[in-house]
């Protein structure tokens, strides 16, 4: 089945910076990888998510890339503010099997 | 307001007693899913449902069952609960899961003691 490592698991970034998490996955034929953001004590929400058929995508101060060739995508924050404090969620997309699957999460900790 | 329900939010059990979490969307979504969350391991599926009558495994099935005999419900039971099943689960709905975001209900946290 489809493996998705995410990293780094813990992340501090002083406000005002940029952070940056990255998945990698194992299925070629995976096409659909969004981002969730889970606050805590609330139930994951989706950010943003990008297709096999776009190499990157832009709403604000949040972008995913996305290389199909090296089989990894990344989620970037920029101009961290405090309220980015949570833990977020690659997933990926297996067509064939019909089943979004998960990375084990990243805790961002912004500090003021 | 669109949304997916699910109850009870907190439970605390025994080992042995069934129980049965009820999970419920108005989005007319064909896709449900359960997922199990665990500190260190992410969202860990349980079980998925692609429309009525449809369901399948998904990574960690063990103790667990589930039913879709209609499109809005898709309720979690436990037959025989053990304390390896305290977690937080959260129940999913989408429309049809290829390119449409998952949409989760606020959790149920269960503890078998």
């Known amino acids: 089945g489809e493996n998705v490592e995410q990293h780094p698991s813990t992340l501090s970034v002083q406000e005002g910076d940029s952070a940056v998490i990255k998945c990698t996955y194992s299925?070629?034929?995976?096409?659909?990888f969004p981002w969730y953001k889970q606050e805590l004590g609330k139930r994951p929400q989706l950010i943003i998510d990008?297709?096999?058929?776009?190499g990157e995508k832009k709403d604000q101060r949040i972008a995913v890339t996305l290389n199909k060739t090296a089989k990894h995508f990344s989620l970037h924050i920029t101009e961290t503010q405090p309220e980015d404090s949570a833990v977020y969620f690659c997933a990926v997309n297996n067509f064939g099997n019909e089943k979004l699957t998960f990375g084990t999460g990243t805790r961002l900790t912004i500090i003021p | 307001e669109a949304q997916v329900t699910q109850n009870p939010r907190y439970l605390i059990t025994v080992t042995g007693k069934k129980l049965t979490v009820t999970c419920s969307q108005n989005m007319n979504h064909e896709y449900m899913s359960w997922y199990r969350q665990d500190p260190g391991l992410g969202l860990r599926q349980i079980y998925y449902s692609m429309n009525v009558e449809v369901t399948d495994k998904g990574d960690v099935p063990e103790g667990y069952k589930v039913s879709r005999k209609e499109k809005r419900n898709f309720p979690l039971i436990l037959e025989s609960p053990s304390p390896n099943q305290t977690s937080l689960y959260f129940c999913?709905?989408?429309?049809?899961?290829?390119?449409?975001?998952?949409?989760f209900g606020n959790g149920t946290r269960l503890t078998v003691t």
């Open positions: 299925d070629s034929a995976s096409n659909y």
């Open positions: 999913a709905s989408s429309r049809d899961l290829r390119d449409s975001p998952l949409h």
């Open positions: 990008i297709r096999s058929n776009v």
